[in-house]
């Protein structure tokens, strides 16, 4: 039995985004008593709409903050007193990165810096970053018995990747250097409800409800390590709460798959053709395989995955089928006019 102290106010910065929501929505639900500080910029991957059946509940506040902005970051701090930050904000779409680098090393890198900076000024109990198995590189599809662990090389193919892993470099300096209390983890490719719709699986569920040609880079034989994203949020809370300062916690579903294989699913589960199935040119740098094993956080913390792919992936089917309104406003753009229509200059919301 896991004891929790009940005086806890976190900040969960990226808390509009997908794995950030998410969080927020389990950590009120698990500990009622714990207070949440959602911190997000609001950019395109941002989406306020996300986080309304939180916004009035007394022990969540919403701040629309840039964590790269320090004076804003350092008067938040001055005034809440958190105890622990858990760091979501990121640029995360390889693709983006691809072809504008600098905004991914600002806010993943910058953003962190600053982050770090304020915890160290004002006091913190645990800074946890939260990163990506994609700072290993990739492993060859032939050989599937191996896996990402803690001390697999970093080996970066993208800016993404680049930027958080300098990221996490810099995290474990501050704690080398500083003494901050920090934990790291590093998680295979999470899935489930308020995904980003360009992202894989949302994809291809909007463009197959419309009948739209799935894009597939090239063969689709690129494998990816599947994790439902409320087990990622068990991962972290116990990260947290009982994980070792210091340390780097891998993350895993053991649910590899390859990208036809998802996209082949998707379209059983719908009920629409394979023929919707249209191969591009693939992405520069596309790591081939990313498979993590999570050995650690499995003896030390007693964690492992729960839910199946199979499993996980009718239940975010099924959740994208019944809040179509959320995602076809996001693809529509007009999303982006809900936080000026809805809390126009009130930026600030549910203070103490």
């Not at 701090?77 to 693709?95: G, K, Q, R, W």
């Not at 999470?190 to 949302?202: A, D, R, S, V, W």
């Not at 070792?244 to 990208?259: A, S």
Request: proline letters at 5%; hydrophobic letters at 35%; one cysteine or more.
């Amino acid at each position: 039995m896991i004891t929790y102290l009940p005086t806890y106010n976190i900040f969960v910065t990226g808390g509009a985004g997908f794995i950030g929501s998410n969080f927020i929505f389990y950590m009120l639900d698990k500990h009622p008593e714990y207070r949440i500080v959602c911190i997000d910029k609001l950019t395109y991957a941002g989406n306020l709409s996300t986080l309304a059946a939180v916004m009035d509940n007394p022990n969540f506040r919403f701040c629309k903050v840039d964590i790269c902005d320090r004076k804003a970051v350092y008067e938040l701090f001055e005034e809440e007193h958190p105890d622990i930050v858990v760091n979501f904000a990121a640029e995360s779409h390889v693709d983006r990165s691809i072809e504008n680098p600098e905004v991914f090393l600002d806010t993943n890198i910058k953003g962190t810096a600053v982050m770090m900076d304020a915890c160290r000024k004002y006091g913190i109990q645990r800074y946890h970053q939260v990163s990506t198995d994609e700072v290993y590189g990739d492993l060859p599809l032939d050989r599937p018995d191996l896996f990402f662990t803690e001390e697999t090389p970093i080996h970066t193919s993208s800016p993404y990747s680049s930027s958080k892993a300098a990221a996490d470099l810099l995290v474990l300096a501050y704690h080398r250097t500083y003494g901050l209390p920090v934990t790291i983890s590093r998680c295979s490719n999470n899935y489930g409800p308020y995904h980003f719709p360009e992202k894989l699986i949302p994809l291809m569920i909007a463009n197959a409800l419309a009948d739209k040609p799935l894009p597939v880079y090239g063969e689709g034989l690129n494998v990816r390590d599947w994790l439902y994203v409320e087990d990622h949020c068990k991962a972290i809370d116990l990260i947290i709460h009982k994980g070792r300062v210091g340390e780097v916690y891998n993350v895993g579903g053991h649910n590899e798959k390859t990208n036809i294989e998802i996209v082949k699913i998707i379209c059983k589960e719908l009920g629409k053709p394979e023929s919707l199935i249209t191969h591009v040119e693939d992405r520069k740098g596309h790591d081939m395989r990313y498979a993590i094993d999570p050995e650690k956080i499995s003896s030390e913390l007693g964690w492992y995955p729960e839910t199946r792919f199979e499993d996980g992936i009718k239940k975010t089917i099924k959740w994208y089928l019944e809040n179509r309104q959320w995602w076809e406003t996001i693809i529509s753009g007009e999303y982006q006019k809900y936080y000026e229509k809805m809390y126009g200059d009130r930026e600030q919301i549910n203070k103490k």
